[in-house]
Nanobody, 115 residues
Framework: QVQVVESGGGLVHTGGSLKLACVVS????????MGWYRQAPGGQRELVAS???????EYEDSVKGRFTISRDNAKNTAYLQMNALKPEDTAMYYC?????????WGEGTLVTVSA
């Protein structure tokens, strides 16, 4: 069974930084793509940043220039460096891994940014 585990969330002040990590394990096929999503209370889950193995990287407009996704394929790990955090970044952040033809989700890590 493929497992996806996020870590690194927490409570920070406006302007602070966090680095999230997402580790995939149990996969019998290479991880093709990894993405970070977030869902605020009462909101929809939205893509924050993603990267695949053919070099495509995407960011949600509001995080461009502040967030950076990176991959360590040897460790089946994706990171999300989050700088200049704003209260509107407050959400549960979920990691998604595309393995073979399936998507796998982690349980999320909570990011709270105080004003």
């Amino acid at each position: 069974q493929v497992q996806v585990v996020e870590s690194g969330g927490g409570l920070v002040h406006t302007g602070g930084s966090l680095k999230l990590a997402c580790v995939v394990s149990g996969n019998r096929y290479p991880v093709y793509a990894m993405g970070w999503y977030r869902q605020a209370p009462g909101g929809q889950r939205e893509l924050v940043a993603s990267n695949n193995n053919v070099g495509r990287t995407e960011y949600e407009d509001s995080v461009k220039g502040r967030f950076t996704i990176s991959r360590d394929n040897a460790k089946n790990t994706a990171y999300l460096q989050m700088n200049a955090l704003k209260p509107e970044d407050t959400a549960m952040y979920y990691c998604n891994a595309e393995v073979g033809s399936s998507d796998y989700w982690g349980e999320g890590t909570l990011v709270t940014v105080s004003a």
